[in-house]
């Protein structure tokens, strides 16, 4: 289970805790801070799976969904399968998945305000104004916080590339979700995903938004347990 930016293993605190917890073993993990690529997060996440013969099926939010596509590229037999939540990649590849201008924006509110003040505004674009409103203040303030970690992140998306071609060798079944709430821009980058991945499958939750896994965590449970046993054959 990969998180996404301005987030750590407790994003996934529902499943850790209860319903997918008891169908299956959960790996959660702190995404590396200095790690300065998409590549080099994916490498991680295998490393974080050792010598386990046992394919994974992998679980990514918004960044940790770019890092779990990357893993699937270069690292498709240690896939089961993946479950891709919204990742924030630009649905050609004539454009970088991060904008610069927000980085721009990003940074100088850094030094206008300060980087909490910066993750804030991430916050504020990714999930929107009444999302944001509806964040617990611990949860806030510990997102926040990470705002390292989201410019580090942003300078990884927009260096990286989808590569959309070379997406079709990809054989692994991919389940991509998608808010009914969310930001417009997640769509067209889903669409592009679902044309692109010869076994994937689309489905939009509905009433939730970008953070689907925590907003609508029944039905969350619900899909990555029905992938699972459609690509594995057990149930």
Known sequence: MIHGSAADHTTWSIQLARGLKER????????????????????DAVGILGDDP??????GSS???VVALEVLRRYGPRCAGAVLIEP?????????AASAAFL?????????????????MFLKTVLGETAYARIPMAFLERSTAKWEQIRADSV???AYRPRYAELRAITTPVQLLGGEKSAIYFRPTLDALFAALPDARLEIIPGAGHMLHAEAHRRFAEVVTQFAEEITGQT
């Open 156 to 158: 990884a998306l927009i």
């Open 24 to 43: 299956f073993s959960l790996i959660a993990y702190e995404r590396r801070s200095d790690a300065a690529s998409i590549e080099e997060h994916a490498d």
């Open 88 to 96: 924030p990649m630009a649905p050609t590849d004539d454009m970088p």
């Open 54 to 59: 046992a394919p994974a099926i992998l679980v």
């Open 63 to 65: 960044f940790g969904a």
């Open 104 to 120: 721009a924006d990003f940074d100088r509110k850094i030094a206008t305000e300060g980087g909490p003040a910066a993750g804030a």
